[in-house]
């Protein structure tokens, strides 16, 4: 049974910086797609950032080039999300994701099989 777990999420100022960490079981992280969606009050849930298996290729969404990073630790089986100069916009809540997905279904939420239950991120003005 695949579990993800994510932690990290909190209260923070605009400008600040956050790390989400997503710490999986149940599978391996070197033979799967890994991802991060959030979704806002009353907004859809949306694409931030995808990592391949192999780690060596990341996808983020246009809202968050250059702000967020995506990486994983093999070792620890663990995927993270660093941010840094959060803005109020990225309010919302976190998610992992990890499934079987090829370039061109990174950034598609339905790509992927299994979820986490979320972090909530809330940043102030």
């Known amino acids: 049974q695949v579990k993800l777990e994510e932690s990290g999420g909190d209260l923070v100022q605009a400008g600040g910086s956050l790390r989400l960490s997503c710490a999986a079981s149940?599978?391996?992280?070197?033979?799967?797609?890994w991802a991060w969606f959030r979704q806002a009050p009353g907004k859809e849930r949306e694409f931030v950032a995808a990592?391949?298996?192999?780690?060596?290729?990341?996808r983020y969404a246009d809202s968050v080039k250059g702000r967020f990073t995506i990486s994983g630790d093999r070792a620890k089986n663990t995927v993270y999300l660093q941010m840094n100069n959060l803005k109020p916009d990225d309010t919302a809540v976190y998610y992992c994701?990890?499934?079987?997905?090829?370039?061109?279904?990174?950034?598609?939420?339905?790509?992927?099989?299994?979820w986490g239950q979320g972090t909530q991120v809330t940043v102030s003005s």
């Open positions: 149940g599978r391996t992280f070197g033979n799967y797609g």
């Open positions: 990592i391949k298996p192999s780690g060596a290729s990341t």
């Open positions: 994701a990890s499934g079987r997905t090829i370039s061109s279904s990174m950034t598609d939420g339905s790509a992927y099989d299994s």
